[in-house]
Structure formats: structure tokens, C-alpha cells
């Protein structure tokens, strides 16, 4: 049995954690729905769970979303996460060719280089430490890229680096003394008694020239161990939280657990899987137009996590999903912000009985819907009656006479229960006209018709079946040298996941410029429902500044897919022609 | 000393003569081929249905002046600030000087394309009120397919009084416009329904309420007190109108031969691009704003540099002149004071 008193404050540290842990996530998963529960157990003896250990080795080790989306990021990310990890397990497994024995307790691979008498070789055991130097070095070059982060944020590419707490300042220093505390225990020692590879062997004999190594080699472990246990106390109480937290949530969301409409213990595991990275803070339109830096989910999550007063930031977001898209973690952003969105407005069934009874059944197949938005844009109506005209489409305009909202502006102000009686309403007269498949102009209703309604036809965006139609032969385009620029509204691309539709109808009637904003990194038109609080004027800036973003690629014509995003960027007066693709459709066959 | 004016519709062409007649050398720059700005469009004016272009040919009549050059079909493209004097590049290629500068750049109506809920370039019958005024200078009113309309429609606040167009303001002069319009076209079409859709009647002038009330009582003309919230076209080519009317509290279905959208005012491109150039401040409502609302209604944040008619707020011709004449009152204070 290997012990020596140093250990303690790690073992310590390690233990009060694992219980800790342990006591907070089984609270959490406590309260998950019976049909959570049951999706769990359906889903944990499945491939799913492989893939979740999969996305934990990709996400929380290697950090390859980061990698992506910044090299430097991701590299320093890597550092610390493959690195730490590494150094556990091939710590690990160096400790136990060295020793096999079962019951070695976790300190002694940690502090392997203090145990291990150096003269005693042993299977590899240069190659091990050889490679325990290689990882050691890698980790403290991801150290130095920290640092240099802190410095000088734009060097790396980031506009801005997260606020901290002074808490956070205290563990991340923490967190940056272990490794350096590492190296020089390690140092120490083989500068001592030998041992050691390139770095700590090197530096070993670097510091016996001038330091009193005898003196401190043994302080020196006892502050490394006492890094380590202060940095796991501290940990639950840190960002560090998503490190473990991270975890669990990786292979909850493999097993479909989801975020539902009410703030829950799923919601928890959000909560404390951010890692702050920031890489939403530049996504957001609301910083980079609107100079608004404290909204973005970043900042948003920690208000929540640690109770601190969030309402305008729960309000000051246009749930573009701007954000979601490129968060490592893929945390669900906009589906948390809205669990604190209040139920404010009361309506009952009797509201909308003055509404007529459901139009009669109908012979089409199609059933076109133009949606409330849609008919604040007759232009778009005119186009789809005339491309159901030219394309010999069998079809009936159900709402030609007016209809009742689809209900989503009302669910992304968190009035569910009034979305509920619309929805209900709507979805009566949809299914009355007996039609097999729904095409909708609009995005919102779109996606509502998709997630919520439970429709029993088919429902398509008129951009998939303009698609369709193009690709069926059944619509004829001319030659045309039109250049397009396409705005993806963000309720269709990053909300109903459809980029391939609107870029094959660009390709096949128009030239299609490519962009910086293709699929997922689309603009927000500044317009959407979801934003509470900013105002006109503001709205009116996003609209500009994306305007002009998609302007500076000089297409003849912007094409947008949304009645609300064609409207908002009519409102700057730019030069630019904005058209719905099904105008443009329309015009080119 | 001399002043220089941009932009040469009334408020410019009046500015620019009482200046003129008061001694001073006037540049006046005006970016169309003729001077007159929006009058030109007009064809009768309220209150008292004076002609339009009779009162334009007065206003350019006096440009006339020996002190004042009139530069046509020109832009500033830059405006330098050099010892205390202006220089205004041109896109002539002339350089003027002066010790002041007047902008006098006025608005430009609210483009209804921008309101596409009420079909404006969709549906055939649907004009603005600018057109209108157009068929009253031909006198010629009939519909797309060449009919004489049985009913018309005016729709109040096109544009204006709209968080949804990002114009919160009034414009103060469609309401009076409307019914004049409506009067105008009732002696056209004795036989019609004219209707109009308002939220509030804005009658501010003097004369106004009582041709309201003539309107309504020797013109026939019903006011509809609701807010249009879209259209859509029929077969028949005619408009559909959905509006409430908030008097009686009922939704209100109708069919429209023709509908007149009373477009707002804005301020002018042109006056926004000289308020970059000069760094003058804009109000909330978009117009550029005056260095105080009661005693330096020509002022602006900029020294030395003034305003003069609708660029500074919606103003119907008789505000829009006597602006002009205090516009020329001011400046000529502040040449004498720069003169010591
Ligand atoms: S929400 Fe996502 S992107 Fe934003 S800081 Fe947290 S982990 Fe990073
Ligand atoms: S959803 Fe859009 S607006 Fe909201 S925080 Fe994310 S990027 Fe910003
Ligand atoms: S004057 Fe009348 S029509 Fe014009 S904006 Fe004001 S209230 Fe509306």
C-alpha cells in the first residue's frame, strides 16, 4: 500500500465531488416525467448510448464542434480536456503495468512520479514517460494559449471573452496552478532521484542547478494534490460544473430525453452544461447591430443558475436560433429561454366561436394556406395561385376568406395554454377540408403545423414543394441571368432544418451567389415574433444591417421564404429587390 | 454675404427670396431639372382649392431675383466647413461658397409598396393619393377595366402612425387631403359611395373642420372610423376590404372599385444623406431635429447651418412658407452676427 499524508486533500476533494455529484444528478433525473423515464429506458440498451459515448469523446474531450468554428479555441479546449484525460488514463494504466494491483487507490496514478522509485524500470516504462511528458506539455501549451486569450481575446479571433466572477477568477486561477504545480513536483522529483522524459527530466536538472529541489520537491506535491482537492471542492460551485455535467447531458440527449415547455430537471443539466465558451455571444445580431452584450445565452445562463434577476433578458431575445446553432454543447437555447416566459394572456374557446364553422370538404389534394403573415403579403398569394395554375395543380385556398393565427406567436410568448385553444381551432378547420397534403407559405405556421398540430396530412413549406414541382418536371423555368442572394427566414432553415430545397430552386432558375450566411448561418431579418422587448427603431437596424450584409454580395435580387422576413426588409427603403422565392418562382416559369 | 440653400420646393424658393430681397446672395441648388418639389404633383390645394401649379409658378416666379443662382439638376457631394465659411462641392463640378446653409431637402412620400397588405402594385385598383391628384389634373377617374367606380375608398394612415412601418408620427396633412380629395371627387362622380377609413380626424387648420363637416353634410362622404388591416382582389378586379369599424365595434367586409391610400411623409432621401454629410441629429420620428422647439425652430445642432420646411417635421404649404420666412429671419441674425 502506497500512502503518503499529501494525498489527502486530493482523495478528500475527489470523494466530497463524487458524492456531491452524485446526489445533485439523481435529484435532477428525480424529477423527469414517467414519460421521460420510459424514453430512457427504451433508448439505453441501444446503439444510441454508443453514439453518446461517441459525442462524448468527439464534444467533451476533443472539442471538435469548437475545433471548428475556431482552431485556436478548439486547440486550447483539446489541451485541457484529451489532455487531462490522457493524463488519467495513460497515467493509469502506466501505474498499473508498473503495480497490478486492483486495489491501488486513484492517488497513486495520479501522483505515479512520487511513488515510483525512478531506479526501478519496468515494462515501457520510458516510453510512459515519455509520453506523460508529451501530454504534460501539451496541456501547458494549451495553458499558455489561455493566457494569452485573456490578454489579447481578438489575437484569437474573439470579439469579446466572457465576464467573470471574481469566484470564477479564483478557481480558474486554481485550475491554472495544477498543471504548472504538476511540472515542477514532477521536476523536482526526477531532478532528485531521476525519472522523467524530455520535459521534467530536463528541467529537473535545469532547477537542481540553482534551486534547493531537496527542500522543495515535497511541498511541491503537497501543493499539487492541495490544487487538485481545492479545484474539486470548488468545482460544483464553477463553470467547471459542466465538465462532469456535460457528460450526462451528451447521453441524455442521445436517449431523446427533451426539453419540454416547463423548466425541469432536464433543463438543470442546460443549465449547468455551459461551458461559457462564448461562442454565442458573436453570433448574436443583438450584440453585433444593436450593441446588446448582456442577453445572449451565456449571460442569460448564469443569471438563471445562480437566481439572479433575468426578466428583460428572458424577454431581449429573438430566439433566431442563431446561437443554438453553433453552441458546442448544443444546449436547446431557445426552448430554455422560453420555459421562463410567462403565461400572461387569458383566453378561452368562447373567444373564437365567432369564427365561422371549418370550410367544407373539399376534392383537392392540395390544400394551400397562406397563414395571418401570408396575407400581409398578396403578392406571395398571387405568385403560389399562379404556380398551382401553371403546374395544373388540383388545389383549394382554404383560408382565402381569413383565418385565426396558427398559434406560435402566442407559444413563443409562453402562453401555451392559449396556443393550445388556438391550435385546437385551427387544426379542426385544416383537417376539415380532407385534403392530403398542407402547403403553407409561411415558416411559423410551418413549423407549428410540424411539431404541435399532429396533423393527419402531410404538411410541406411552399419552398419543398416548389421544389417538388421543379424537380417533377412540372414546372417549366426559362433561361435567366437573374443573380440571387437567399435569406434563410429562421424558422425554416435553422427551425424546420429545410436549406436544400431554397438552394435547389436558386440553382435551377437563377444564379445563386453563395454567401457567408448559407444554411445554418443565416441572418436574422431582425422581425421575429419572439422579441419582446426590443424596439421598432431597433428592429429596423437589425433588418439594415442584415440587408446590407446580404447586399454586399450584389445580387439582382435578395429571396427570402417568409412573409415576415420580406416585410421587415422592406421597411429600410434599401435599393435592394427583396422577393419570396415564390414570386420569383413564379416569374421565372 | 451669401447663403446657400439645398433643395429649391417652396421652402427653398421662399427662403431664397425673402434672403434675395433682403441683400444677401443666395446659391440655390436643387437636384430635379425644375424647381417645386412636391408641388409639382399637386393639383388643388386646401383649404381653399387654389391651383397648384399657380401657386408653384408665383413661387418660381420671384427666383427670378438678380441675387439668386439657381443651379438645376444638381447634388452636393461634399460639404467642407472652412474658416467659418461653407463650400459645396457640386456634381456640376462648381464649387460654392457661403456663410451659412440652408437645408430646405423636405420629404418624400411613404412608399405603399411597403404596406403590401393593402395590395399596392398587386392589385390593379389601388392608387395613392399622388395619382389621384394626377387624374384630377387629367380629369380623367375610372377604374382598371375602364369603369367609372361606384364606390371608392380613402384609407387614412398609410404609413404613418404605424409601429408596423416604423412611423410613429402623424402626417398631419393626409386627413385634410383626404377630404378634399373626397369633395374633388364627388363633383366628378355625383352617383358614388366614397368612404373614408380613418383613426382619428386630424383637422388643425383653420377652415379644415368646417370642410369636414361640409364633407360630410353637402358632399355625402361617410367616415368610417377603423383601421384597414388587409385587402385581397376579386375576380371583378375590385378590392376587398377588411376592416372594424371601432364606433359600432363590428367587423366590416366590403367590396371597393377603387381604393386611394393617404401615403405619409417621410423625410427625403436627399435631406437624410446632407444630415450624414453635416452631421445634423434626426429626431425619433426620422425628420432631423430642431435645436429647440420654441425659440430656434430653424436651428439645428450644427452652427451655421439651418432648416427650412418639411425636412424638419410634416408641414402643409401655408407652415411651410412662413417656416421659409423665419428660416430667412434667422439667418440673416446670424450673418450679422458672424459680420462684427
Ligand atoms: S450557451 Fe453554448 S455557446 Fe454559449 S457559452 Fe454556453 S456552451 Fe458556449
Ligand atoms: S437566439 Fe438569436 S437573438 Fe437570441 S441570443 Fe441567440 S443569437 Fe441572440
Ligand atoms: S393626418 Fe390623419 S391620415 Fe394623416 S397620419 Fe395623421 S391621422 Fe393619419
Redesign the interface.
Known sequence: MYYDPFVLPFTLGLNILLIYLIIKYARWIRTFSTEDRQTIRRNIFTLKTWKAGKEVFLESLVHHKIFRINPFLGYMHLCFGLGWFLLIVIGKIESLVYHTSIFNPPYFAIFFRYFHPAKETFPGSNVFAFFMDLILLMILSGLLLAWLKRLYSKALGLKRTTRHRPFDLLILTVLWLIFPLRFLAESFTSGLRGGGSFLTHTAGDFFNSFLPIEQLSYPAWWAYSSALGLFFLLLPFSRYMHIPTEIVYIFLKNWEVRQGKHFSGISQFQLYSCSRCGICIDRCQLGSSLGMTDTQPVYFLKKLRHGKEHSILVDNCLMCGRCEAACPVDLRLNALRLTQRQEDIRITKSTYEYIRPAAAKTTAKVAYFAGCMG?????VI?SMQSIFHKAGVDYTFID?G?SICCGRPMMLSGNHHTAAIIQEKNKASLEASGAELLVTSCPICYKTFKEDYRLDMQVLHHTEYLDILLREGALHPHCSDITTVFHNPCELGRGCQVYTAPEHILQTISHRIATAYEGKDALCCGGSLANLHIS??Q??QLAEDALNAYAAYRPDVLVTACPLC??TF??P?SSLPVQDIAELVDGQC | MSVIIIGAGPAGCEAAYQLAQAGEKVELIEQEAQPGGNLNNWYQLFPDRKSAQELNRQLILRLEHPNIRLHLGCMPTKIDRREGRFEVQLNDGALLTGQALLIAGGFQLF?A??K??Y?Y???ENVITSVELENFFTNQRIQTSTGQLPKRVGFIHCVGSRD????N?HCSKLCCVTAVKQAIELREILPEAEILCFYMDMRMFGPGYEEMYREAQEKYRIKFVRGRLS????NKAKQVLI?AEDTLIGKPLKMTLDLMVLMVGMELS?GSRQLAEMTGIEKA?NGFLRVKDPHFATNETNQKGIFLAGSCSSPMNLTDTLTDARSAALTIREYLKHIDL
Do not use: W
Open positions: 396575407h400581409l403579403t398578396p403578392g398571387r382565402e381569413g421598432p427603431q428592429r429596423l420580406k416585410k422592406s421597411q427603403g | 412608399n409598396h411597403r403590401e397588405e395590395g402594385g398587386i392589385y409601429e408596423k412601418t416604423c410613429f388587409e385587402a385581397s382582389e377588411k432621401a425619433t
